[in-house]
């Protein structure tokens, strides 16, 4: 299984072109990348890019999808050529939404590995601040979680499990600045989480990465034939990928919350990489976006074990294998959805 390559583009006024069977990037009339169209699976484009016709039909042709968001990483549109997904699949997968019994039991694996992922990010927290007193309060949340995985457990309904999700992530968000080295918290510290639009600089950093994650998780949904707009956590909404959001729900606190704060800790990002635009709304400046694609992409390529299958892959291959395993679950080969929960 190799790991398929999603390009973004980030630059303003860039114009994508094809260039025999490269992708060109042109910005004010000089090329600045060529990238062989085999080596892609994916286009992202942020904010006002253009792309010819010609390139259009071709990504289309070769079943490589184009994704364009706006300055601030919003989902705008997507194109792609004919569905090529598992019919039966997708069937079973209507099918499995009209069981209560089912839609409960995957929203519950979802839930659950979200939550002990979450757990992960504030006790690898509580071990690395050196402060007894944020140590303290970051084991205490995490222990909070521990008691939210017991009441999941036993949620009745969907209606519970969202409820014990969305207490949890109060909890998290109001713990998150602690995370943060001490000397950066009156900068990074978010007030709660917002979007549309992020009002603060880790909310606005977050939003960035989430929206990336989402493109990956709808790829790796549509991957194994599942429809992305088909959900059993989230509601089935005109427009909304509500399958993708699911997968996603695991992969936050690893794909996205970890990596903000080390680029944070680390003085990767500071203050200076932020726009705050009227009305409230915070975003990333143009070079702050291409340093975050990059580490985003090197953190998908870095490896581990995937507690299921015991045996180590690139993080950014685990979207993938989680959705052949949730289309399992869908088919019935599988009992139950098992989330992607790494130590």
């Known amino acids: 299984m190799q790991l398929l390559n999603t390009l973004y583009v980030t630059t303003p006024d860039a114009y994508l072109h094809l260039d025999n069977d490269t992708v060109r990037i042109d910005v ?9 169209l085999h080596h892609l699976s994916a286009v ?3 904010g006002h890019a253009l792309v010819s016709p010609i390139l259009m039909h071709r990504l289309a042709d070769e079943g490589k999808s184009l994704v364009l968001l706006d300055g601030h990483g ?3 549109a997507r194109l792609e050529g ?47 601040t050196g ?27 969907l209606d519970a499990v969202r409820g014990i999700e ?31 639009p992020p009002l ?53 606190p690893l794909l996205a919350d970890r990596l903000a704060l080390t680029l944070v800790n680390r003085r990767q990002i500071d203050t200076a990489d932020f726009v705050e635009r009227p009305g409230g709304a915070v975003t990333l400046n143009d070079a702050a976006r291409k340093r975050v694609v990059v580490a985003y992409q090197e953190r998908k390529q ?9 045996s180590s892959l690139a993080l950014g291959l685990a979207p993938f294998v989680q959705a052949r395993l949730l289309a399992r679950a869908v088919r019935g080969d599988a009992v139950v959805y098992l989330p992607f929960t790494p130590k």
């Open 131 to 157: 402060r007894e007193d944020d140590n303290a309060e970051l084991t205490a949340v995490a222990d909070e979680f521990a008691r939210a995985l017991a009441r999941l457990e036993h949620a009745p309904d």
């Open 74 to 76: 919003r989902f705008k």
């Open 166 to 196: 969305g207490d949890a992530a109060k909890r998290y968000f109001a713990a998150f600045g602690l995370l943060v080295r001490p000397e950066a918290r009156a900068d990074f510290t978010p007030n709660g989480r917002t979007r549309r």
């Open 302 to 310: 870095e490896t581990l074990t995937h507690p299921l299958l015991e």
């Open 44 to 46: 992202v484009c942020f």
């Open 200 to 252: 603060d600089r880790m909310n606005a950093l977050l939003s960035f990465f989430y929206s990336m994650l989402m493109n990956d998780c709808r790829s790796a949904v549509e991957s194994v034939g599942l429809d992305p707009q088909i959900g059993f956590l989230h509601a089935v909404r005109p427009g909304r990928a509500a399958m993708a959001l699911d997968l996603m729900e695991e992969f936050r």
């Open 82 to 128: 004919p569905v090529s997904g598992n019919v039966l699949l997708r069937q079973a997968q209507h099918r499995r939404l009209a069981s209560a019994e089912f839609c409960l039991a995957a929203a519950k694996s979802c839930i659950a590995g979200k939550l002990k992922n979450c757990r992960q990010v504030l006790l690898r927290g509580a071990r690395e």
């Open 28 to 36: 004010e009339r000089e090329t600045r990348l060529r990238v062989p």
